[in-house]
């Protein structure tokens, strides 16, 4: 009966023992403004001083980089020079998480959105997306992700439709 406790007791162990998390993760940030006015320039600032208390928060994030696009839109991810660094950084196994201040930084294109999860999730990097405290290390982050992605690409397409109508009524006025 001893020696059943005793080898029960060593396999708990050895299984705590593998179930503890790394001590250091590799984390980069990403930011994103999209265009240079006065306040998203304030906002791009915010973001980036974040990334301090974010760090004081988590002892076990190791900072790789702060990668940034400002005065670019969110909806093609190819077009920022910043997002595309971070991931081929991420391709060359340098980061192993990427926070991010909220899903509409990250893109304001469900397609893109999507596409860059799968590559990112299919090498191993995890993403935190803050305002939605949405994290891939999670269950059921796809669907969650998707339905956030649609929400962000639907208010990006407002926001310009918006900004076309209001050119229009100047010119009529």
């Known amino acids: 009966m001893e020696n059943a406790e005793t080898a029960e007791k ?11 998390a790394p001590t250091h993760l590799r984390v980069a940030f990403y930011v994103r403004v999209s ?10 600032e915010n973001q ?20 940034a696009d ?10 920022r020079p ?11 196994g340098k980061i192993d998480l990427i926070y991010t201040k909220s899903l509409s930084r990250w893109s304001r294109n469900t397609v893109d959105c999507l596409r860059y999860y799968r590559i990112l999730k299919e090498i ?22 998707s339905i956030y992605a649609s929400f962000s690409q639907e208010e990006s397409r407002s926001i310009s439709e918006n900004m076309k ?4 009524w100047r010119f009529e006025m």
């Open 82 to 92: 910043g997002f595309m660094e971070m991931i081929a950084d991420c391709k060359a």
């Open 48 to 67: 980036k001083a974040a990334v301090d208390v974010i760090l004081k928060q988590h002892p076990e994030f190791q900072l790789v980089k702060i990668y």
């Open 70 to 79: 400002a005065g670019i839109t969110g909806t093609l991810a190819e077009k």
């Open 10 to 20: 060593k396999v708990i162990i050895s299984d705590t023992a593998h179930s503890v």
């Open 124 to 145: 191993g990097v995890d993403l935190i997306f803050e305002k939605e405290n949405l994290d891939t290390r999670n269950a059921f982050t796809e669907m969650v992700l």
């Open 165 to 168: 109508l209001a050119i229009r």
């Open 35 to 44: 265009n240079h006015t006065e306040s998203q320039m304030h906002s791009f």
